[in-house]
């Protein structure tokens, strides 16, 4: 029988804007009910970033993290995942301040560096909510999103071997996943491996089915049983990459962070809605869900009990 699919959602990310939809979650309280309305509807992991609740811009405090985290932990038994992708632009000490401070079981880790261009989104829009909302997409034509191997390296060494923090390894194309090869040789990361390959967005690996399965090749020669393995794809492809995951036998993340929309030209009033869509989807296909303590078992967390919020 194949494992039952771990389910991440990623509630509001740190790329869409206000503008954008008016069911984003921008306020800690509406992170907080998204978070935990997606648990509910089969979401064993939760992955996280905050925003400015005025002006919904990504920010990076900790104490807006310390707004929903409890309370989602609170009413739900779901992993909190805390991104270290923080919004485009973030230096590397912003971008940890929330983990650091929350030492959270899971963490997102990028690893390598990448042209990141969001700048097309703004060409949809003729009126904005916020000043800074065009301002921070036309940004990221001339963007990269930096992720050196000195940063990988701050970076675990701070949040794993001084936390126990895994790690969700987002790997935004081919050479991403050699790049966590080396950092397993290092000896600086242990067993099991979350590898969560992203598709779709402007700089990394397309959106191409032929390109999915490629990955999962290299990644199974890479880290043959040591690892699992998550699918993520940005917009309209978000739905077809989970489902293909998970008839390949991998994990899947969705949430408004990855893709705003419900369906064609549909926008998704919430985020569980997007997990009871992929929840119908993989369970007619045969499909269990995973707990949010398999998960656990699974991917060698150090358990909510050592959380540091």
Known sequence: MPKPIIVTCAPTGGIHTPTMSEHLPITPQEIAAA????????????????RNPETGRPDP??????EFMPAISAQCDAVLNVSTGGGLGMTREERLRAAVATSPEMASLNV???????????????????????????MTRDFVFKNTFADIEY?????????GTKFEFECYDL???????????????Q??????????????????????QHMHTIADKLFGDDYEWSVLAAGRHQMSFATQAAMLGGN??????????????ELTVTNAAQVRKIRGIVEALG??????????????????????F
């Open 61 to 66: 405090r900790p104490e807006l993290f310390a």
């Open 191 to 212: 067993a099991p491996y979350f590898v969560q390959m992203v598709f779709g967005v402007l700089g990394g690996v397309g959106a191409d089915l032929d390109n999915l």
């Open 252 to 265: 899947l993340r969705v949430g408004m962070e990855d893709s705003l929309y419900l369906g064609p030209g």
């Open 112 to 138: 390598g560096s990448l042209n990141f261009g969001i700048f097309p989104m703004a060409q949809k829009y003729s009126s904005w909510k916020h000043p800074w909302e065009p301002e921070f997409l036309e």
């Open 155 to 163: 970076v675990v060494k701070t949040l794993g071997q001084e936390h």
């Open 287 to 308: 499909y269990e869900l995973a707990t949010p303590q398999e998960a656990r078992e699974r991917l060698g967390l150090k358990g909510a009990e050592h959380v540091g």
């Open 175 to 189: 050479g991403h996943l050699y790049n966590l090869a080396w950092l397993i040789e290092q000896g600086w990361v």
């Open 35 to 50: 978070s935990i309305e997606a648990a509910q509807a089969g979401a064993s992991i939760i992955h996280l970033h905050a």
